[in-house]
Structures are given as C-alpha cells and as structure tokens.
C-alpha cells in the first residue's frame, strides 16, 4: 500500500492536467507531456532504461 500511496503523492498534481502528447521513445520510453509543461516518463519494460543521464528502474515512472 505504501508504494501506491508514494506513486499516488507523486502524480497528484497532474490529475487535473490535460495530457498534450504522447510519444514511445525509440528506446521503448514512453513521454507523455501534460499541460502545465510537466513530462512523466514511464517504462513499460523489464529493465533499466536510461535518457539523458536520468535512469529509470523497469515498471516504473519518472516526471521531469
């Protein structure tokens, strides 16, 4: 329940935001842009991918 409510904390704000784009990476990224300039990068694999020296644990998200 924790990871959850700690996914949950980190999104929150971007609940009433509009999603502007949607783009799947070459890398196998996906970018999604919302209105209020924010950007979640999700990865969908199994490993850990990593874009412009960020690194991103597999089944996970990460918002810039």
Known sequence: IRKDYDF???IKDLQY????DYEILPSGLLKTTYS????MLSNPTDMELEIDGKKIAS????II
């Open 59 to 62: 089944f996970s998200n990460l």
């Open 8 to 10: 949950y904390q980190s």
């Open 17 to 20: 935001e509009f999603i502007e």
């Open 36 to 39: 209020n300039g924010a950007i």
